[in-house]
T-cell receptor
Framework: DSGVTQTPKHLITATGQRVTLRCSPR?????VYWYQQSLDQGLQFLIQ???????AKGNILERFSAQQFPDLHSELNLSSLELGDSALYFC??????????????FGEGSRLTVL | AQTVTQSQPEMSVQEAETVTLSCTYD???????LFWYKQPPSRQMILVIR??????QNATENRFSVNFQKAAKSFSLKISDSQLGDTAMYFC????????????FGTGTKLQVIP
């Protein structure tokens, strides 16, 4: 158990809909990362938050947005969903950036299926 | 921008044999971390091994070891005495040392251990 909790584990929805994925980082971790893994693909970096502030942005679509709340949990919002958004969405957290060793602790992922 | 390349989409190895997975990366930074993550069918991402760029000694974790060639920007993973439980996707990853740095992943190598 990595200590990172993601909900829901599975989600099936229709095109055009909006969903919210939730992540609770490990206790004490201030950084949260979101990655997208499409079928048989690598992990595409979407966005990173540190202590509530956006720190880095990757290939995140304008239809997607994220935030990190004061209690450090994070939400990834996906709107106007398309078939191509079907993927496994991972949240990961890491230790305080001053002691950053680069290691990420991953949740089990949220499997999104858009029909 | 940093890139990570894994040129072997799939590999197989007989149980108890040794296999080497390749990874190359590109960066202009001098201080960074390299990782190998394992993603078994359960899809949980698990850190296998980490290498700090300023350390010349290759990292070792039980049956897993790396061959880190900094000048060549190469970071291969050797798995000795392969076990059925080693069957998984293996991702090479890179991050610049210091805070606020995202982790960049390669596209992965699917390893099948054959009984």
């Amino acid at each position: 158990d990595s200590g990172v909790t993601q909900t829901p584990k599975h989600l099936i929805t229709a095109t055009g809909q909006r969903v919210t994925l939730r992540c609770s980082p490990r206790s004490g971790d201030l950084s949260v990362y979101w990655y997208q893994q499409s079928l048989d693909q690598g992990l595409q970096f979407l966005i990173q938050y540190y202590n509530g502030e956006e720190r880095a942005k990757g290939n995140i679509l304008e239809r997607f947005s994220a935030q990190q709340f004061p209690d450090l949990h994070s939400e990834l919002n996906l709107s106007s969903l398309e078939l191509g958004d079907s993927a496994l969405y991972f949240c990961a957290s890491s230790v305080d950036q001053l002691a950053n060793t680069g290691e990420l602790f991953f949740g089990e992922g949220s499997r999104l299926t858009v029909l | 921008a940093q890139t990570v390349t894994q040129s072997q989409p799939e590999m197989s190895v007989q149980e108890a044999e040794t296999v080497t997975l390749s990874c190359t990366y590109d960066t202009s930074e001098s201080n960074y971390y390299l990782f190998w993550y394992k993603q078994p069918p359960s899809r949980q991402m698990i850190l296998v091994i980490r290498q700090e760029a300023y350390k010349q000694q290759n990292a070792t974790e039980n049956r897993f070891s790396v061959n880190f060639q900094k000048a060549a920007k190469s970071f291969s993973l050797k798995i000795s005495d392969s076990q059925l439980g080693d069957t998984a996707m293996y991702f090479c990853a890179f991050t610049v040392a210091g805070g606020y740095q995202k982790v960049t992943f390669g596209t992965g190598t699917k390893l099948q251990v054959i009984p």
